[in-house]
């Protein structure tokens, strides 16, 4: 059966969300939710995260699944939220402990901190199959981006992350920690093999100024007109592009604050003595 989509477009960090589901009544995921994040007062609000709760309620969803493509460096994630006030398993890739561990070091973060995603109530293997309701799923081990990227694939829609932008914008950066560009070429491409009519949901999309923003584009869109991988396109070719880009790229705004929390399940970092949660900034480290 087709899977029922509503995709939320967060503006200020350019992110998707999209919640998935079988029928009304019936159960969801939620994929890549953005908690909102204020760097200039360090406080967060869940404006976002609210308008999700109140679709689920609208359409009467049961939330099973909130699904995580990777641990995103440029919005916060509210997974932990919604599973405070709607249920569902938090889940992401069984390689998530490498990412945890790389960041770990940086932030030096307290001994107690597991690398082994165990934060995390699911750890998806690679092609592991799960269920929404009456939907069928599968995980993607897509990674490039960063070394655990996964992609779910419900039924005719795959939930792409950051492997593809819109055809017009391209792909994702490969030079975070672990990232690797020869990677991500592979992972697109297993992408691009699934039927041409195939629909690809977005976790980002960064609009041109004569457009308004997309959230799906389809296998054979990218095929034909992706600026950066389109058919024809070696991945040695592939490769050379995208490390000349990434040296041109900044660093991304809410990478420090982002990563402290996505690693941990959309969790704030333990409260101290005073009872405040502190994110840590690491100097001349990146």
């Given at each position: 059966?087709?899977?029922?989509?509503?995709?939320?477009?967060?503006?200020?960090?350019?992110?998707?969300?999209?919640?998935?589901?079988?029928?009304?009544?019936?159960?969801?995921?939620?994929?890549?939710?953005?908690?909102?994040?204020?760097?200039?007062?360090?406080?967060?609000?869940?404006?976002?995260?609210?308008?999700?709760?109140?679709f689920?309620?609208?359409?009467?969803?049961?939330?099973?699944?909130?699904?995580?493509?990777?641990?995103?460096?440029?919005?916060?994630?509210?997974?932990?939220?919604?599973?405070?006030?709607?249920?569902?398993?938090?889940?992401?890739?069984?390689?998530?402990?490498?990412?945890?561990?790389?960041?770990?070091?940086?932030?030096?973060?307290?001994?107690?901190?597991?690398?082994?995603?165990?934060?995390?109530?699911?750890?998806?293997?690679?092609?592991?199959?799960?269920?929404?309701?009456?939907?069928?799923?599968?995980?993607?081990?897509?990674?490039?981006?960063?070394?655990?990227?996964?992609?779910?694939?419900?039924?005719?829609?795959?939930?792409?992350?950051?492997?593809?932008?819109?055809?017009?914008?391209?792909?994702?950066?490969?030079?975070?920690?672990?990232?690797?560009?020869?990677?991500?070429?592979r992972?697109?491409?297993?992408?691009?093999?699934?039927?041409?009519?195939?629909?690809?949901?977005?976790?980002?999309?960064y609009?041109?100024?004569?457009?308004?923003?997309?959230?799906?584009?389809?296998?054979?869109?990218?095929?034909?007109?992706?600026?950066?991988?389109?058919?024809?396109?070696?991945e040695?070719?592939?490769?050379?592009?995208?490390?000349?880009?990434?040296?041109?790229?900044?660093?991304?705004?809410?990478?420090?604050?982002?990563?402290?929390v996505?690693?941990?399940?959309?969790?704030?970092?333990?409260?101290?003595?005073?009872g405040?949660?502190?994110?840590?900034?690491?100097?001349?480290?990146?």
């Amino acid at each position: 059966m087709p899977a029922i989509i509503k995709s939320f477009f967060d503006p200020i960090t350019s992110t998707l969300s999209h919640v998935v589901y079988d029928h009304a009544g019936g159960q969801a995921a939620v994929i890549d939710p953005v908690l909102d994040y204020d760097a200039k007062s360090g406080r967060t609000s869940t404006i976002a995260a609210d308008k999700i709760l109140q679709f689920l309620r609208e359409q009467e969803l049961t939330l099973a699944w909130i699904l995580e493509t990777h641990a995103h460096a440029d919005h916060l994630s509210s997974a932990k939220y919604l599973q405070q006030n709607s249920g569902g398993k938090i889940a992401i890739g069984a390689h998530i402990g490498q990412v945890q561990a790389t960041f770990k070091k940086l932030f030096n973060l307290e001994p107690g901190f597991a690398v082994d995603g165990s934060q995390f109530d699911v750890l998806f293997e690679e092609d592991e199959i799960f269920h929404i309701g009456q939907l069928q799923a599968k995980a993607l081990f897509v990674p490039g981006h960063t070394p655990a990227d996964m992609a779910y694939q419900i039924e005719d829609a795959v939930f792409i992350g950051d492997t593809l932008f819109m055809p017009d914008t391209g792909t994702a950066r490969c030079d975070f920690p672990g990232g690797d560009a020869q990677q991500l070429y592979r992972s697109i491409q297993k992408i691009l093999a699934l039927p041409p009519h195939t629909r690809l949901f977005l976790c980002h999309d960064y609009p041109p100024l004569d457009r308004h923003h997309e959230s799906a584009t389809t296998v054979a869109a990218q095929r034909a007109d992706n600026i950066h991988i389109h058919d024809g396109i070696s991945e040695e070719q592939f490769v050379q592009m995208r490390k000349k880009r990434d040296a041109t790229l900044a660093v991304p705004v809410l990478i420090l604050p982002a990563v402290q929390v996505n690693i941990r399940a959309g969790t704030f970092p333990p409260a101290e003595p005073n009872g405040i949660s502190y994110l840590k900034i690491p100097l001349n480290s990146l």
